[in-house]
């Protein structure tokens, strides 16, 4: 049995433990258990147990996602909504008690780093899937921007209570215009004589900032110059 069939085996499973038990010892082994799967074989597809099964987990989530972006129809949309909608898409992937489990474990400062990354993982795949192409600094910048809006927005959504989650999609609007703001003050920055004189030094220095050749990995790379 591959590994990825034996994760997908206990993901099937593990709702019925996780929001009682958490991500912990005792849901991994419930989970095991219940898929037929034998300790040490769980343990080998899944080294970390529970932290790994909640990632694979989230890593689950943002293949939903992304299947839902695919078959969408979003040619029509602006940008800014198609942002909107592919956080959306993200969200509705997700089971809340299993999110709401697995924000307590990342929150935890051994496993934040974890959470972080996959955070930022899910910006990159909704980046990307949306066509950006960018390999300078703003590969970097439009990562943290949207990790920051969607964190923000999963925080909001567990405790909304609005039928058909009304409240947290008004909430994930009024984000992405605040972001949009920031752009549009920018862009107004690199129109003023003096703004520009004044951020030439720093803007050359990120103009030399690549994204990383292994879009997975960090850091990035950086451009030599004569």
């Known amino acids: 049995m591959q590994n990825a069939e034996i994760i997908a085996k206990m993901l099937d499973v593990a709702a019925a433990h996780v929001p009682f038990d958490g991500w912990s010892h005792a849901a991994f082994a419930a989970s095991a258990k219940d898929a037929g799967i034998d300790p040490a074989v769980a343990r080998a597809a899944l080294p970390r147990g529970a932290v790994d099964l909640a990632l694979a987990y989230h890593y689950a989530g943002d293949?939903?996602?992304?299947?839902?972006?695919?078959?969408?129809?979003?040619?029509?949309?602006?940008?800014?909504?198609?942002?909107?909608?592919?956080?959306?898409?993200?969200?509705?992937?997700?089971?809340?008690?299993?999110?709401?489990?697995?924000?307590?474990?990342?929150?935890?400062?051994?496993?934040?780093?974890d959470g972080a990354r996959a955070i930022w993982g899910t910006a990159g795949h909704i980046w990307i899937a949306l066509g950006d192409t960018s390999d300078d600094v703003n590969w970097y910048t439009k990562r943290a921007t949207l990790s920051g809006v969607y964190g923000s927005t999963v925080l909001y959504w567990l405790g909304d209570v609005s039928p058909g989650n009304t409240a947290t999609w008004e909430f994930l609007d009024r984000r992405i215009d605040d972001v949009m703001q920031i752009e549009k003050l920018k862009a107004k920055a690199k129109e003023s004589k003096l703004a520009s004189a004044l951020m030439a030094g720093p803007m050359a220095i990120l103009g030399r900032v690549r994204a990383p050749k292994d879009t997975g990995a960090m850091p990035g790379r950086w451009d030599k110059q004569d």
């Open 63 to 113: 293949a939903a996602m992304l299947a839902r972006l695919e078959e969408a129809d979003l040619s029509e949309m602006r940008f800014t909504d198609r942002i909107k909608a592919a956080v959306r898409y993200r969200l509705e992937a997700g089971d809340r008690e299993m999110v709401r489990r697995g924000t307590t474990l990342f929150a935890l400062p051994q496993h934040a780093a």
